[in-house]
């Protein structure tokens, strides 16, 4: 059997970026594994109207490398189309249009990429690992896990997940029955303005009633300013790295709608929509957006539908709503995967369980083992940045260099920022 230099756990964007830089390069053997049949995005939740939250230029590889292969640019070109996108004039790509760039990408890297392969177990062994897959096994020096983030759901949730009460990516979502029905979507941010939106416009059967809630103080629009995206620069993911950890917590927590705030273009078509409904078509079931509610139980009631017991947490009461259906778009979380239980303990760890990673994405562990790179595991380490595409091309760069051993590509940037948490200019103190 040969041993692959990297092997890479996942083909979501972020490994598929990685993927498409070794490519280039053709100086190191290298195979990707992933479980699903072929390249998909978040097929649960592609919908018509959802549009990508990062500029299309900052695609898998353009950022680090434009004149590679795999670039947006090329495969308008490749398709015909370059012309007409510009006629578009958008600066957004829709999320079927990054899906497909990526399919395109993904059918060019070929056999590099195995699909259909769930990875189940991954040995360490004296010159790397064993990983043990659905069909069968391969060794490797170093790997890279981008498996993903897993679905949230909150606790008083659990007991009733099944077909009226399901996640927002799960296989429920993608073939709900709305027809005549009372839904109820928990949770303001993208995910849940877009299936808020599209079960009324019937995408799932005409609805009785749809109903969204969230914690937060309303919809909010992502905070795109210009000082706001110097947030995703290589140079800040450098500077937020070294702060003390309870800053960084801190820190992300006011920088929340710098990452999952809702469109502002989508709010304001969404808006739209709305007004001309209830003032001119009147055709659209009953709706309402309820903020600084705080979903604290669910009951299920003999009818079959569900009861809500939600906070409200300005008014400071209780109250209740019915549902049929549940859909919770509650978000994801960052879990170590099932696959690396047996290397689990020699993880290191910070003061809240969460695995340390290195600013080269590398795992930190207690003993000598050989590399494991970790992607979208690191918000906590390496900032808002972290589980956006935004920088994935060169955090994949950054990757690829530590493989490759050489600087095949530029990642320290010769760019410098306007905003800076750390003071440039040493000034003698007084
Ligand atoms: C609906 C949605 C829209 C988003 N839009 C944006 C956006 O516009 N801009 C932005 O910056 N960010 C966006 N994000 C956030 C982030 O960029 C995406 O979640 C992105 O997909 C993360 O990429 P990934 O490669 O880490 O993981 P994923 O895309 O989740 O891919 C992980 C892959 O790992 C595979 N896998 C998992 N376990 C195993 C296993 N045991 N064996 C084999 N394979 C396995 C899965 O099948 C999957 O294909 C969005 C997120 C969501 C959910």
Not at 55 to 81: A, H, I, M, R, W
Not at 97 to 104: G, L, Q, R, T, V
Not at 324 to 351: C, H, M, N, Y
Request: charged share 20%.
């Amino acid at each position: 059997m040969s041993t692959y230099d990297l092997l890479g756990i996942g083909i979501g964007p972020f490994n598929l970026s990685l993927a498409a830089l070794l490519d280039k390069t053709k100086s190191a053997k290298f195979l990707f594994l992933d479980d699903k049949p072929e390249f998909t995005w978040h097929k649960e939740l592609m919908f018509k109207d959802a549009t990508m939250q990062t500029s299309f230029l900052k695609d898998l590889v353009t950022p680090v490398d434009p004149t590679s292969p795999y670039t947006f640019l090329n495969y308008l070109v490749e398709k015909g189309q370059f012309y007409h996108f510009l006629n578009t004039g958008r600066k957004s790509i829709n999320r079927v249009e990054f899906e497909d760039y990526c399919k395109w990408v993904s059918k060019q890297l070929g056999a590099s990429l195995k699909f259909g392969c769930r990875v189940q177990k991954v040995v360490p062994t004296s010159e790397g690992y064993t990983v043990y897959h659905s069909q069968g096994s391969h060794q490797a020096k170093a790997l890279c896990v981008a498996s993903g983030p897993v679905p949230n759901i909150p606790e008083c949730a659990k007991p009733h997940l099944g077909a009226n009460v399901f996640h927002a990516k799960s296989a429920q979502a993608a073939k709900m029955n709305l027809e005549g029905k009372r839904l109820v979507v928990v949770g303001g941010g993208q995910t849940g303005v877009e299936l808020f939106r599209n079960a009324l416009k019937g995408q799932w059967g005409r609805p009785q009633s749809v109903r969204l809630l969230t914690g937060r103080e309303n919809l909010r629009p992502l905070d795109e300013g210009p000082f706001t995206n110097e947030l995703f620069t290589p140079e800040f993911v450098s500077e937020f790295y070294q702060l003390p950890q309870s800053s960084k917590d801190e820190f992300s927590e006011r920088l929340l709608l710098a990452s999952d705030g809702n469109t502002p273009e989508y709010l304001q078509d969404f808006y739209n929509d709305l007004y001309l409904e209830r003032f001119y078509f009147q055709q659209m079931p009953e709706a309402g957006i309820y903020p600084m509610r705080w979903m604290t139980n669910l009951v299920s009631m003999e009818s079959g539908a569900y009861q809500l017991k939600v906070d409200n947490r300005l008014q400071q009461k209780e109250e209740s709503f019915s549902a049929d259906i549940v859909v919770l778009a509650t978000g994801f979380r960052s879990q170590i995967p099932q696959f690396l239980q047996d290397i689990e303990p020699e993880i290191s760890k910070d003061f809240m369980g969460r695995p340390v990673i290195g600013s080269d994405y590398r795992l930190q562990m207690n003993s000598g083992l050989s590399p494991i790179y970790m992607m979208n595991f690191s918000r906590h380490g390496h900032g808002v940045a972290d589980p956006q595409t935004s920088l994935m091309s060169w955090r994949s760069a950054v990757i690829a260099n530590k493989v490759l051993g050489n600087e095949s590509y530029q990642t320290s940037s010769t760019e410098s920022k306007f905003v800076h948490y750390h003071n440039p200019i040493q000034e003698p103190s007084l």
